[in-house]
């Protein structure tokens, strides 16, 4: 994050448990002192902006997985063959409700 804080700013650290359920939600701009010389109000305003941000990012991609899936699905329906990866993981319903990273 250091000498990148616009960029990262909307970025968020998701930790989880051993069984996949989230146990800390943190938004990276809350953390950030590059941001600390504002005053409270335009501070709170930023973070806000952030974290609407990173929740339009994860609906985002979310959408992107699904159109994945739903192409998948058609085509193996018409018969023809279809993968599909991100990242170099294959995708398929089960990795549409783990969360995985697009």
């Given amino acids: 994050m250091q000498y990148r804080q616009p960029r990262t700013h909307s970025w968020r650290l998701d930790v989880c448990d051993s069984e996949g359920r989230q146990c800390l939600d943190m938004l990276f701009a809350s953390v950030d002192d590059s941001i600390h010389h504002l005053t409270p109000e335009l501070r709170r305003s930023v973070e806000d902006l952030c974290a609407k941000s990173s929740s339009l990012n994860e ?44």
Avoid: F, Q
Wanted: positive net charge.
């Fill in 59 to 102: 609906m985002i991609r979310a959408l992107r997985l699904t159109i994945i899936e739903v192409r998948g699905t058609i085509a193996r329906s018409e018969g023809a063959p279809y993968i599909a990866a991100i990242n170099g993981v294959a995708v398929d319903n089960k990795t549409a409700h783990m969360g995985s990273a697009a």
